[in-house]
Structure formats: structure tokens, C-alpha cells
């Protein structure tokens, strides 16, 4: 079974603080991991995945299989950071391939 | 409208009603998805449509029924709620099932009476 933990429900910084959302997973094969976000009156959209690699919106997330997570990094976080944000893991084969298992989201704030 | 679309955007249906949920995809996706947001669980998938097959229903009560008409519409019929089914429920769309960025709509807002 897959599984999708985000300990922090909810997360506060100040402006120009660094930021990390935690995520842990839970799978036997190679997953494939994400961060969606949802903005406030927007839509859940997807920000980054691992295999990617890339810098989205000042966000870096690195897979670290030996502790199975995949934290989520802002050094100077904006206030229009402030948003919910969910990791997200898909499987790899059997009766997981291709199905996306959520954590339960981290309600980011960012204050002035 | 390009995107993913979903109507109604909110809903009050009591227990002994039939209504259905509809969502609509201009991306030219392959799969499509129903997920349900409640407010104390994290997002649960509840089905998968891939070129119009159904390849996934995670243990999703009969109460709710998918249907799949081409890979442009997912619908999602109701019938005899439970309080404890109100949610937001959440389609989404990727250009096929095994893999790819996931388009999500606006949600419907489900509340049973």
C-alpha cells in the first residue's frame, strides 16, 4: 500500500524566513512524488515533481529514498506563498501504477 | 473555456435524491479522475477512466456511479446520500493514466441534508 504523510497540518513564517513543508511516503517500489498547491480561490495545481528537478517559484524539493521524503524548500518565502499545499505519490507498478495518493495537506502562511 | 470544468459548482441535494456531477475537459486528456475532499481527510481518489475504461474504483460505495461517455466528460451519479457524504468532490484530467502532470477543475461543493 501507499502512503502519504504530511505531519504539519499547519506552518507560519514571516516574510524572508525559510520554509520546509515535510513529506514522508510510504512504498516498496520507486515512486514518483509531487507538491500540488492550491492559492486561495484557485484551483489545486501542480508545482513540482521530483524526476523534474527544477526550481518552481523559488521551491526545490529533493527525494531522499533512505528517509523516504520528499520535503519541500523555500529559503525567503513571499506572502503569496501562503497557500495549501499537498504532496502527492504515484506508483510505479501492480495495482498502484498510475494512481495518485495525497497526503493531507499543510496550510502554509506567510506574514508581512 | 479551456481547462477542466465542473458543474454544478455547489449543490443541496437531500438524501432521497438522484443528481449527477458533471466535468468537462478541453485539454484533449486521455483520463480523467474523481477525487473527494472532505474536511478532515486528505484527497481520496475514487475513480479512473483511461480512454474511457474504467481502471480504478478504490472501494467507492454503489451510492455513487461513474460514467464516462467519451474522454472529454466524466460524470458522477448520486443517489441515496449519506450526510457524511458532503465534500468537495474534484475531477482532474491527465493526458493518459500511467503518468503526467494532473489538470484539476473547480470542484463541486456537495452538501446532503
Known amino acids: 500500500a501507499q502512503r502519504v504523510t504530511q505531519p504539519e497540518k499547519l506552518l507560519s513564517v514571516f516574510k524572508g524566513a525559510p520554509v520546509e513543508l515535510k513529506c514522508n511516503y510510504s512504498y516498496s517500489g520507486s515512486p514518483e512524488l509531487f507538491w500540488y498547491v492550491q492559492y486561495s480561490r484557485q484551483r489545486l495545481q501542480l508545482l513540482l515533481r521530483h524526476i523534474s528537478r527544477e526550481s518552481i517559484k523559488g521551491f526545490t524539493a529533493d527525494l531522499n529514498k533512505g528517509e523516504t521524503s520528499f520535503h519541500l524548500k523555500k529559503p525567503f518565502a513571499q506572502e503569496e506563498d501562503s497557500a495549501m499545499y499537498y504532496c502527492a505519490l504515484k506508483g510505479a507498478g501492480g495495482t498502484s501504477y498510475g494512481k495518485l495518493t495525497f497526503g493531507q495537506g499543510t496550510i502554509l502562511t506567510v506574514h508581512p | 473555456e479551456t481547462g477542466v470544468t465542473q458543474t454544478p459548482r455547489h449543490l443541496v441535494m437531500g438524501m432521497t435524491n438522484k443528481k449527477s456531477l458533471k466535468c468537462e475537459q478541453h485539454?484533449?486528456?486521455?483520463?480523467m479522475y474523481w477525487y473527494k475532499q472532505s474536511a478532515k481527510k486528505p484527497l481520496e481518489l475514487m475513480f479512473v477512466y483511461n480512454f474511457k475504461e474504467q481502471t480504478e474504483n478504490n472501494s467507492v460505495p454503489s451510492r455513487f456511479s461513474p460514467e464516462c461517455p467519451n474522454s472529454s466528460h466524466l460524470f458522477l451519479h448520486l443517489h441515496t446520500l449519506q450526510p457524511e457524504d458532503s465534500a468537495l468532490y474534484l475531477c482532474?484530467?491527465?493526458?493518459?493514466?500511467?503518468?503526467?502532470?494532473?489538470?484539476f477543475g473547480p470542484g463541486t461543493r456537495l452538501t446532503v441534508l
Open positions: 482532474a484530467s491527465s493526458q493518459d493514466g500511467a503518468n503526467n502532470e494532473q489538470f
Open positions: 485539454l484533449g486528456h486521455n483520463a
